[in-house]
């Protein structure tokens, strides 16, 4: 009964971020005077922050983080629980539209005698058309903040990393578990041909 996304606070984030608030704010709504106070503060040296927001139709009890069991996993398949959870708001939500896809099949008409005059003639139906349903329900937004380096002291994101995967199970149920993944792009450097 959840709804899970979530953001990785990425550095080009961060900076985008940053701007935004100095420029739309007044001075005394932020706490903080320059970059560096804001880079200390969202331990962006240290840390890798994800901004998870939880949604849910059901009672708020459903978004207790002691329900369920949050971490990050890298390309290598090491996971690293959060140091710190802060949780930055919780409200009541009247109601969210949610577009759901549908199920589709595909039938074969061996014989061609149910929807074809064509002996393996192939056709789609749907068994439940695509729908957006409306609801209401409880959401909840939280800052994590992981261990910016693994257990050997190395970075767990670097030049080699080619993905993040955030991974959320519940701790009640069986229900197997989410996976929110990230893919690292690398930044192309142009290389010029030689000249002559």
Request: charged content about 30%; hydrophobic content about 35%.
């Amino acid at each position: 009964p959840l709804l899970i996304s979530a953001t990785l606070f990425v550095p080009n984030l961060a900076k985008a971020e940053f701007d935004l608030l100095q420029t739309d704010y007044a001075p005394d709504s932020v706490n903080f005077k320059n970059w560096e106070e804001y880079v200390d503060q969202n331990r962006l040296d240290d840390m890798i922050q994800v901004r998870l927001k939880l949604n849910t139709p059901f009672n708020e009890k459903y978004l207790d983080l002691k329900r369920w069991i949050i971490f990050l996993e890298d390309d290598e398949e090491i996971g690293y629980e959060p140091r710190q959870v802060e949780a930055r708001a919780f409200y009541p939500l009247e109601t969210i539209r949610v577009a759901v896809p549908g199920r589709e099949v595909e039938v074969t008409d061996v014989f061609g005698q149910y929807f074809s005059p064509i002996p393996g003639e192939k056709e789609r139906f749907y068994l439940e058309a695509p729908a957006r349903i409306t609801y209401s329900g409880n959401e909840k937004l939280l800052q994590l903040y992981f261990p910016g380096r693994d257990f050997q002291g190395k970075p767990i994101v670097d030049e080699k990393t080619k993905f993040l995967k955030l991974i959320v199970q519940s701790q009640v149920t069986d229900f197997g578990r989410s996976e929110l993944i990230w893919h690292i792009k690398k930044t192309k450097h142009k290389v010029r041909p030689p000249k002559g």
